[in-house]
């Protein structure tokens, strides 16, 4: 009985470091390095926009400190990446073009600081989600860097929330959101009386068309 049991605890601990194996060789050691390093560049990069078109301090204490913070953690993950000699991961100039897609798109009728805390709020919880899928990563090395670099994005985070709520960003982005929606109910209105008045119409046509008929039995004399 003993040796059964040493049996299957054997292939229970086979089986969970296969499983284990598997979710780590879904994330890619080298994917996570470019992705991670294009959206440090982007947060820094929108800073920067920040320091020189924002009105109000909080925005610009905010901004300095993602400078600041995603300059050191974007030189510590280019010198983990360097040291991999068979890791092939993109240069500058090609990491500054992928960050471009998540740099700052200012919309119609939002003030700067509004659309940078907006900004903020959502290129973090993208970043975080990153980072999480990136705990299962086999690389060491990786690992620690994303353990210790995950609970400042999630700081980040909060600041952010704190910023978009400051500066009224929270509320236009809704009233944006429900403007969007009362424009969409409008529009199908009017498309709804549309048809209904295209179908009020026929229903007429048709009623003058039975008023005209002649009844049976009955002749029309020519005009």
Do not use: C
Not at 21 to 38: C, I, K, L, Y
Not at 48 to 63: C, D, I, N
Not at 112 to 130: P, S
């Amino acid at each position: 009985m003993s040796s059964l049991k040493m049996i299957w605890g054997g292939l229970a601990v086979l089986l969970l470091a296969i499983l284990s194996f598997t979710a780590n060789a879904d994330v890619d050691a080298e994917d996570f390095v470019e992705e991670a390093s294009a959206k440090g560049l982007a947060e820094i990069e929108t800073a920067r926009m920040a320091l020189r078109k924002g009105t109000s301090p909080q925005v610009k204490e905010f901004a300095q400190k993602m400078i600041d913070d995603h300059t050191a953690a974007n030189q510590e993950l280019s010198g983990i990446a360097r040291a991999k000699e068979d890791w092939e991961i993109a240069d500058d100039a090609e990491l500054m073009n992928k960050a471009k897609a998540f740099i700052l798109r200012q919309r119609d009728g939002e003030s700067f600081d509004q659309a940078y805390a907006n900004n903020q709020v959502v290129a973090h919880e993208q970043t975080i989600e990153l980072f999480r899928e990136a705990r299962e990563l086999r690389d060491p090395e990786l690992r620690a860097f994303v353990n210790k670099t995950l609970p400042k994005l999630e700081t980040h985070l909060r600041m952010a929330k704190d910023l978009a709520a400051a500066t009224g960003a929270s509320e236009a982005d809704r009233m944006n959101r429900e403007g969007v929606d009362y424009n969409r109910g409008v529009d199908e209105n009017r498309n709804m009386n549309n048809d209904r008045g295209f179908n009020n119409e026929r229903g007429i046509n048709n009623d003058n068309n039975v008023n005209t008929r002649p009844r049976p039995g009955t002749t029309t004399s020519p005009q």
